[in-house]
């Protein structure tokens, strides 16, 4: 690995959510939500700055005491309609250059600091310019189709598909949301960590590939951490 590289990791944590409110510091296995991607950040061997971007006071407030930077975001990059990339340009522009973005989402409770330095690992080895997380999917998607307002299911699935065991079918994957990588000049010049070329998959098993984002995911996770605790 090399020591010349320097890498960011921005937690974006807004204080409104329309699903879940206050997600981001609800208490999950004992813990605000946002201290397990704090917590998992700081460990990993590679990141170099822990950077949590928030509009919300209390959000900060906890994030500070779990080790991290801040950045306070402005009102106009926490709206409903503003758009991710702005607030973590936002956040870049705000601290120091760094060679690497690691964006970590907080709803991301069971990504490990070994998920980190694997994808971090994944990226130097392949010399990429990005690195997103999946999982594979739980259900194959050859096997799913949007149904008519009859909801007839006369042509509910290809021809080809009709007698294939599930074996059968291919392994198809899915963005988990947990680790997204990019150079940051790239991810600049791209608007996106979505780049054309030279980017590859980072492959997570689906117990750490949980996703907060409603109350029933708050239990599978609380479950999967061996918690009782509830909200």
């Known amino acids: ?11 974006p944590a807004r204080g409104g959510s329309k699903r879940l409110p206050r997600k981001n510091i609800l208490p999950l296995a004992g813990k605000p939500l946002i201290g397990w991607t704090i917590e998992a950040a700081l460990a990993s061997k590679y990141i170099d700055t ?5 509009d919300d006071d209390e959000i900060l407030d906890v994030s500070r005491e779990f080790g ?3 950045v306070r975001r402005p009102a106009v990059l926490a709206q409903d309609t503003s758009t991710s990339f702005d607030a973590i340009k936002h956040a870049v522009e705000s601290t120091a250059e760094h060679d690497y973005i690691v964006l970590l ?7 490990t600091s070994q998920n980190i330095d694997e994808a971090i690992e994944l990226l130097e080895m392949r010399k990429a310019d990005a690195v997103i997380s999946v999982t594979q999917m739980e259900h194959n998607p050859l096997w799913a189709n949007t149904l008519p307002e009859n ?7 290809r021809e080809e598909t009709l007698n294939l065991r599930s074996q059968d079918l291919p392994t198809y994957y899915r963005l988990n949301g947990a680790i997204y990588i990019c150079k940051t000049s790239k991810f600049l010049d791209a608007g996106s960590f979505f780049l054309k070329e030279n980017i590859y998959a980072y492959p997570m098993n689906q117990r750490n590939s949980v996703d ?20």
């Not at 822990?50 to 928030?54: C, D, I, K, P």
């Open 1 to 11: 690995m090399s020591d010349s590289r320097k890498y960011l990791a921005i937690i």
């Open 50 to 54: 822990v950077l949590v971007t928030s």
């Open 68 to 70: 991290s930077q801040l």
């Open 105 to 111: 989402q907080p709803t991301s409770p069971l990504r």
């Open 151 to 157: 909801q007839s299911m006369a042509e509910f699935l």
């Open 212 to 231: 907060i984002d409603l109350k029933m995911d708050f239990e599978v996770a609380n479950a999967l951490l061996g918690s009782s605790d509830v909200f």
